[in-house]
């Protein structure tokens, strides 16, 4: 036992260092919810208790994104619920500096990061944005719920006034704290409800789930410099990068590193997931697997 815990020890040093002289190539970062847990923003346990206990007793919601798809009664509810949601995952600070570690790595690379996470973590920390593409699209945003035409909407002003109507405090900082004098409100005014200001139908979250989801402009643009970059990059010296991406959505940047990597001698792939580092035999001789937490992996590489 304690001989292959050292094996582990070494492979992950070993691994940790091909990893940080790889990261003077060219890089393409692929980010999924595993670096953001890492960073603290975790949707169950403490974290989810704090701010949505009134609906785990009402509701029997083990965690944050089970009551995300509860169909409930009215907007004033629904919307109560998804304003905490938002807040705490888009508005406030992550608890761990985990994204500024990642930016400090790359910020003098030429890189592109494709994320699937929508909680502008990256955003916050300083990236430029035009070298990031959010796919999925962003808690920040908006949009009809038809939808009736291609545009987002920022929606910081209106989830902080949702969040105030229920009692919650918000800090200087930017923090929500829960009322210190009885429960919050389990719903918002009426007139706080959020509507399509074309159509009138309500308005939703700008998260893909379905066909209804709005690519608007800058989604676009976003789309075509990751494109962009890929070309430029397609048979040069160039490290694929994918920290804390699961098997959820594998099609958007698992399989299509792998893939890139396979077709560039070049190339080279790297993954950082805790429990979940792994790389197909076709590219094994090129790969980088680390199993272990992100931020703690990312401060090492510092």
């Known amino acids: 036992m304690l001989k292959e815990r050292l094996f582990q020890n070494q492979r992950y040093e070993e691994e940790t260092r091909r990893l940080g002289r790889a990261l003077d190539e060219a890089v393409v970062v692929g980010v999924g919810a595993g670096l953001s847990a890492s960073a603290g923003f975790t949707y169950s346990g403490g974290r989810f208790r704090k701010y949505f206990q009134d609906f785990m007793d009402k509701y029997g919601f083990s965690n944050m994104y089970s009551g995300g798809f509860y169909p409930f009664d009215t907007l004033e509810e629904h919307w109560a619920y998804w304003s905490r949601y938002i807040y705490i995952n888009r508005y406030q600070d992550a608890p761990r500096p985990v994204y500024d570690r990642l930016l400090s790595l790359i910020r003098d690379k030429d890189y592109f990061v494709l994320t699937t996470n929508v909680d502008h973590c990256f955003q916050k920390a300083g990236i430029d944005r035009h070298r990031l593409f959010y796919t999925q699209g962003d808690y920040g945003l908006f949009q009809c ?83 962009g970059f890929l070309r430029r990059h397609r048979c040069g010296r160039v490290l694929y990068l994918e920290l804390g991406v699961g098997g959820n959505t594998p099609g958007i940047i698992k399989y299509p590193f792998w893939q890139m990597t396979y077709e560039n001698p070049k190339a080279v792939y790297a993954c950082v997931n805790l429990g979940e580092a792994a790389a197909p035999e076709e590219i094994k001789d090129r790969s980088i697997c680390i199993d272990g937490d992100i931020g703690e992996v990312l401060k090492q590489l510092i």
């Open 145 to 227: 719920s038809g939808p009736c035409h291609d545009k987002t909407y920022d929606n910081e002003t209106m989830v902080r006034e949702m969040a105030l109507s229920q009692g919650f405090q918000i800090a200087e900082d930017g923090t929500m704290n829960v009322p210190e004098n009885g429960g919050p409100a389990m719903r918002i005014p009426s007139g706080l409800v959020p509507v399509c200001p074309l159509c009138g139908k309500p308005m939703t979250m700008n998260l893909r789930a379905d066909d209804t989801f709005v690519e608007d402009e800058g989604w676009h643009a976003a789309a075509e410099r990751y494109q």
